[in-house]
């Protein structure tokens, strides 16, 4: 059973940082994808990056430069750190693993 649980999510202003985690159970972490996503009201979620078990990354255009995702599989934990946070970035961010387990999410909220 893959149990994924967020957190670091809070309320800054925009400009500031804040790092996610995403801790996941189980034993297929490190053979596994785990992307982030995130979800604003009224819109459908959208990928913001993924890591590959490789350590490969993408992420979406509109967090490039200012994201940035890594994983620790002696921890078996990914993050995102986010930089210069916008007000757009405000939305509930959830973990995924292999496009097929999801946290519960945790909320970013960007004050202007």
């Known amino acids: 059973q893959v149990r994924l649980v967020e957190s670091g999510g809070g309320l800054v202003q925009a400009g500031g940082s804040l790092r996610l985690s995403c801790a996941a159970s189980?034993?297929?972490?490190?053979?596994?994808?785990v992307g982030w996503y995130r979800q604003a009201p009224g819109k459908q979620r959208e990928l913001v990056a993924v890591?590959?078990?490789?350590?490969?990354?993408n992420y979406a255009d509109s967090v490039k430069g200012r994201f940035t995702i890594s994983r620790d599989n002696r921890k078996n934990t990914v993050y995102l750190q986010m930089n210069s946070l916008k007000s757009e970035d405000t939305a509930v961010y959830y973990c995924?693993?292999?496009?097929?387990?999801w946290g519960q999410g945790t909320q970013v909220t960007v004050s202007s």
């Open positions: 995924n693993m292999n496009n097929r387990f």
């Open positions: 189980g034993n297929i972490f490190s053979i596994s994808a």
């Open positions: 890591i590959t078990s490789g350590g490969s990354t």
